[in-house]
Antibody, heavy 121, light 113 residues
């Protein structure tokens, strides 16, 4: 059974940093594109970032480009999202989501339960 | 403002048929990129409902169906049930001169009357 478990969320001040993790199990982690998708309170889903399998190509939404860095450690079956220069509008539940295969024209067949990031003073 | 446009809400009585539209453009749905649908029950993570425009993952009831036409897509729920009350999101891929990215619709809340 595929499992994705996010951690690392919490309260951070504007301008601060936070690193999210997503521990994966139940599938061959290194073979798949994994993404971060967020959902602000009471709002819809927003794709944030994605990273390809072994090659490690990265993709970012314009709203986070230059501030967030996605990475993965295939030896630990773990995905990361390093978030810096955080803003109030980054407040959201962050989900990691496994893509069925590649990055382009693909869908998310498994999702974690999410971790809440709150940016506030 | 979402790249894909969905109605904020739809409603129907138990047993009825409801449809949710997802309107895109020539840089996403109209360019031939597939549309996928997710169901999000209150307080839970999204769940894949339809992939590749019209395919259901194992375990999804055949009451749910998807279709595309031109720059739009639709999700239909027939024989509406109380457990279908949830938020529904369409997703596709967008590629233009400004770049390429995964895109979601703004979501549609389905209410069972």
């Amino acid at each position: 059974e595929v499992q994705l478990v996010e951690s690392g969320g919490g309260l951070v001040q504007p301008g601060g940093s936070l690193r999210l993790s997503c521990a994966a199990s139940g599938f061959t982690f290194s073979r798949y594109v994994i993404n971060w998708v967020r959902q602000a309170p009471g709002k819809g889903l927003e794709w944030v970032s994605g990273i390809s399998n072994s090659v490690g190509s990265t993709y970012y939404a314009d709203s986070v480009k230059g501030r967030f860095t996605i990475s993965r450690d295939n030896s630990k079956n773990t995905l990361y999202l390093q978030m810096t220069s955080l803003r109030a509008e980054d407040t959201a539940v962050y989900y990691c989501a496994k893509a069925y295969s590649g990055y382009e024209n693909n869908w998310f067949d498994s999702w974690g339960q999410g971790t809440l990031v709150t940016v506030s003073s | 403002q979402s790249v894909l446009t969905q109605p904020p809400s739809v409603s129907g009585a138990p047993g009825q048929r409801v449809t949710i539209s997802c309107t895109g453009s020539t840089s996403n749905i109209g360019a031939g990129y597939d549309v996928h649908w997710y169901q999000q029950l209150p307080g839970t993570a999204p769940k894949l409902l339809i992939y590749g425009n019209s395919n259901r993952p194992s375990g999804v009831p055949d009451r749910f169906s998807g279709s595309t036409s031109g720059t739009s897509a639709s999700l239909a729920i027939t024989g509406l049930q109380a457990e279908d009350e949830a938020d529904y999101y369409c997703q596709s891929y967008d590629s233009s001169l400004s770049g390429s990215k995964v895109v979601f619709g703004g979501g549609t809340k389905v209410t069972v009357l």
